[in-house]
C-alpha cells in the first residue's frame, strides 16, 4: 500500500478535526457574547431605571403627598425609594469594568447627595425656593447616566464587531480546512483507485515477465507449528521450472516443499531456506542438481514477508568453461615455469663461454695486443664491447626472468630512494648531478622490487644527461586525486600515491612514449648510450606486479618526466 495514502487520511483527519474545534469555540465565543449582551442589556436597564426613577424623585413633593385626589404621587416616591438598591445592584453589575464602577460611584454619591432635598421638595419648589443652583446638579446626574448607557452601548457594538470578524475568521478557516480535508480524501480515493489498478497491471506484467525469464522463479510461504518452520508451501511457479528442473508448475502449487521428492530429500537446501527466512539475510550459492537432470545452478535466496523467493539461473555451461579454465591456467602457468626456467638455464648457461670470450680476449690484448696492427686492435675492441654488452645483456634478462610477486610488506620508499641514492654516489659525483626529492610515502609493496624500480629510473636519468648542462633529477610524491584515478582507470576505493621522476636531460619525443617501455626497445645509439633496452621494461613489470601505472612523457633536449602510481595497500 502507497505509504501517502495513510498520510493523507491522517491530514485530513486533523483538518477536519481543526475544524471541530473552531466550531466549538465559535460557540463558545456567541455563548460568552450572548452572556455578555444579556448583562451589558441588564446594565443599560438599571442606568435607565435609575434615570426614571431618579425622574419620579424629582417630581414628588411633600406637599401633594397627603391630598387624597393626588395619591400617584406615592408612586413616584416608592420610585425614590427603589433607588439606593438599584444603584448598590448596579454597582455589583459594572464592578469588573473600571471605568463604569467609577462612573456608578460618583452617580451613587451625587443622588445621595440630592436626594433628601428632592424627597422634600420637588424641582418646582426647588426653583420657587430660589435654589435653582440644585438643578445643575440634576443635570449632571442625567447626564452621568446617559455616559454610563452610552458606554455600555459601545461596548455592545465593540462586542458584535469582535464577534462578527472572529465568525467570519473561523468561517473562512473551517469551510477551507474542510474543502482541503475532502479534496484530499477524494484525491487519493481516485489516486487509490488509480494505484489499485495499476498495481493489477503490474502484477499481471510481472507474472508476464517472470514466466519468459530463462531462470527458473519460486515464491514460498512458510508452513508453521508452534511458530517452527516445518515446511514450506509453493505459492508461485514460472513456467522456466520445467525445463530446468524437469517440474510442471500446475503440479506443484500449492504443493509442501518435502512432498516433491526432488527437493523433499535435500535436507541443507532446506535448512539453507529456513535460515534465510529466520535471519532475513540473502543468500547465493551454487548446488548440482541430479533428480530428473543434472545440472549446476546459482541460487539466489530472498526473504519476502512471512517467506521466500528462489531463483535458479542455470550454470552448466559456466561450470564447464571454468573448468576448462581452470585447466589451462594451470597450463599456463607450468608453461611460464618452464619458460622462466628455460630463460635463467638459458641465461645462465650462456655465462659461462662469454666469460671465457672475455677473459680470453682480455688475456689476448694484454699479451699480443703489441703484434697487431691498429686494424687488428680495433676489431679485437669491438669484440670485447659486444662481449661486455652482451654479458650486460644476459643479466638484465635474468633480473627480469625472475621479477614475479612475491609478499608485500610495509616498504618506506624513502629509505629506498636513499638506498639507490648512496649507490649512485660517484656518479652523481662525476657528473655534478643535483637529486632534489619529497618525502615518499610508505606503502605495501616488495622491498627488492622497488629498489630496481627506483635504481633503473635514477641510472636513466644519468645515462641520458646532457653533457653540457648539470643533470637535474626531481622526484616528487603526493596523493593522486579522485578525479585522477578515474581518468587513469585505476580503482577509486583504494588510495594511490603519484610518484613523479623528472629530469633535464636529452628527453624523447611524445610519439614515443609508448614503446619505450617494450623488451629491448632503444630509441638512441648504442655506441653513446650503453644498455641492454631492458631497463624501462623492468621498471613497467615491477609496476604492474603492484598493481600500479607508470607512463613518460617526454620532449626532445628538453627532458623527461616518468608518472609512477602505486597503492598504498593491496586488496
Known amino acids: 500500500m502507497n505509504k501517502k495514502i495513510p498520510y493523507a487520511f491522517i491530514i485530513s483527519f486533523v483538518l477536519l478535526t481543526v475544524v471541530i474545534i473552531l466550531n466549538r469555540r465559535t460557540f463558545r465565543e456567541m455563548r460568552n457574547y450572548t452572556n455578555a449582551v444579556d448583562h451589558t442589556r441588564e446594565v443599560i436597564n438599571y442606568f435607565e431605571r435609575i434615570s426614571n426613577h431618579f425622574k419620579s424623585a424629582q417630581i414628588y413633593t411633600t406637599t401633594y403627598s397627603n391630598i387624597a385626589e393626588n395619591k ?21 453589575l459594572v464592578r469588573d469594568n473600571a471605568g463604569q464602577a467609577k462612573l456608578v460611584d460618583s452617580i451613587s454619591n451625587m443622588i445621595v447627595g440630592q436626594l433628601g432635598t428632592l424627597m422634600e421638595k420637588n424641582v418646582a419648589e426647588i426653583i420657587q425656593a430660589d435654589e435653582s443652583w440644585r438643578l445643575n ?24 464587531q ?34 489499485t489498478r495499476k498495481r493489477q497491471w503490474l502484477e499481471g506484467f510481472l507474472e508476464s515477465i517472470l514466466n519468459t ?69 540473502s543468500s547465493i550459492f551454487e548446488t548440482f542438481y541430479s533428480h530428473h537432470v543434472q545440472k549446476w545452478f546459482l541460487v539466489s535466496l530472498v526473504k519476502l514477508e512471512d517467506g521466500l523467493t528462489a531463483s535458479f539461473q542455470d550454470i552448466t555451461q559456466l561450470k564447464k568453461y571454468e573448468e576448462e579454465l581452470k585447466n589451462n591456467i594451470a597450463q599456463l602457468e607450468r608453461s611460464n615455469n618452464e619458460l622462466e626456467q628455460y630463460a635463467y638455464v638459458a641465461s645462465h648457461d650462456l655465462q659461462e663461454p662469454l666469460r671465457k670470450i672475455r ?23 669491438k669484440i670485447m664491447k659486444s662481449a661486455e654488452r652482451m654479458s650486460v645483456l644476459i643479466k638484465d634478462i635474468l633480473s627480469f626472468s625472475s621479477l614475479r610477486k612475491e609478499d608485500f610488506v610495509e616498504t618506506d620508499l624513502t629509505k629506498i630512494l636513499e638506498t639507490v641514492l648512496a649507490d649512485f654516489d660517484l656518479s652523481i659525483s662525476q657528473k655534478g648531478a643535483v637529486v632534489k626529492h619529497d618525502i615518499l610515502p610508505v606503502i605495501d609493496a616488495i622491498p627488492l622490487q622497488m629498489n630496481q624500480l627506483f635504481y633503473n629510473l635514477i641510472n636513466n636519468s644519468l645515462k641520458f644527461a646532457k653533457e653540457d648542462k648539470k643533470p637535474i633529477i626531481c622526484i616528487s610524491s603526493q596523493e593522486a586525486s579522485y578525479d585522477k584515478k578515474a581518468r587513469l582507470g585505476l580503482p577509486k576505493d583504494l588510495l594511490y600515491y603519484e610518484i613523479v621522476f623528472e629530469d633535464n636531460g636529452i628527453g624523447f619525443s611524445q610519439e614515443y612514449a609508448d614503446q619505450i617501455f617494450g623488451l629491448f626497445k632503444r630509441l638512441n645509439d648504442k655506441q653513446f648510450y650503453p644498455g641492454s633496452g631492458i631497463g624501462l621494461a623492468l621498471c613497467k613489470k615491477v609496476v604492474d606486479n603492484h598493481e600500479g601505472l607508470i607512463y613518460a612523457e617526454g620532449i626532445e633536449n628538453e627532458g623527461a618526466r616518468f608518472f609512477i602510481y602505486l597503492p598504498k595497500q593491496h586488496r
Not at 475568521?169 to 483507485?193: K, Q
Not at 680476449?361 to 675492441?381: A, M
Open 72 to 92: 400617584f404621587y406615592t408612586l413616584y416616591k416608592k420610585d425614590a425609594d427603589s433607588i439606593p438598591a438599584e444603584l448598590k445592584q448596579l454597582h455589583l
Open 137 to 160: 446638579y440634576l443635570f449632571t446626574i442625567h447626564e452621568m447616566i446617559n455616559r454610563g448607557i452610552g458606554s455600555e452601548t459601545d461596548l455592545l457594538a465593540q462586542r458584535k
Open 162 to 195: 469582535e464577534l462578527k470578524e472572529s465568525t467570519s475568521l473561523t468561517n473562512l478557516l473551517t469551510t477551507g480546512f474542510a474543502f482541503v480535508a475532502v479534496a484530499i480524501i477524494v484525491f487519493y480515493f481516485f489516486s487509490n483507485l488509480f494505484i
Open 213 to 281: 525469464s530463462q531462470n527458473g522463479i519460486i515464491h514460498y510461504k512458510t508452513v508453521r507449528e508452534e511458530g517452527k518452520i516445518i515446511n514450506f508451501k509453493y505459492e508461485f511457479v514460472n513456467k522456466s521450472i520445467e525445463n530446468l528442473l524437469g517440474i510442471k508448475p500446475e503440479l506443484v502449487m500449492g504443493k509442501r516443499l518435502k512432498d516433491i521428492s526432488s527437493f523433499g530429500e535435500d535436507d541443507e537446501l532446506f535448512d539453507r531456506y529456513v535460515q534465510v527466512v529466520n535471519t532475513g539475510q
Open 359 to 381: 677473459s680470453f680476449g682480455s688475456y689476448l690484448q694484454e699479451t699480443q695486443g703489441y703484434r697487431l696492427d691498429e686494424k687488428g686492435r680495433q676489431q679485437l675492441d
